[in-house]
């Protein structure tokens, strides 16, 4: 089983970067799809942006276009989101998750694809 800790949170102000990481332990994530979500106070965690396990496919909630990208380093076993340009309204606590998958072209966006989670990591952009 993997278990994912994220790190790298904390308060900037508005188009400030910020990077994320996630880290894994426990197996090699090698079959792992990742994503992150956030969650905003009051509202439902909602997807920002994946990628498959092998690294080659990405996707993105349109409110990160442009400013968040996602890697990931398999040496390391950890995930990054790389947030540039960010606004007040991306305000929130950010989850990593992972979903195993033998399709390595797969990239989940939905949350009940995902069945690891980390304890996530508060992000707060001031105006």
């Known amino acids: 089983q993997v278990q994912l800790l994220e790190s790298g949170g904390g308060l900037v102000q508005a188009g400030d970067s910020l990077r994320l990481s996630c880290a894994a332990s426990?197996?090699?994530?090698?079959?792992?799809?990742m994503g992150w979500f956030r969650q905003a106070p009051g509202k439902e965690r909602e997807f920002v942006i994946a990628?498959?396990?092998?690294?080659?496919?990405?996707y993105y909630h349109d409110s990160v276009k442009g400013r968040f990208t996602i890697s990931r380093d398999a040496a390391k076993n950890t995930v990054y989101l790389q947030m540039n340009s960010l606004k007040p309204e991306d305000t929130a606590v950010y989850y990593c998750?992972?979903?195993?998958?033998?399709?390595?072209?797969?990239?989940?966006?939905?949350?009940?694809?995902?069945?690891?989670w980390g304890q996530g990591t508060q992000v707060t952009v001031s105006s």
């Open positions: 998750a992972a979903s195993r998958t033998e399709d390595s072209d797969y990239v989940p966006v939905l949350r009940i694809m995902y069945n690891i």
């Open positions: 426990g197996r090699t994530f090698s079959n792992y799809a």
């Open positions: 990628i498959n396990w092998s690294g080659t496919n990405t």
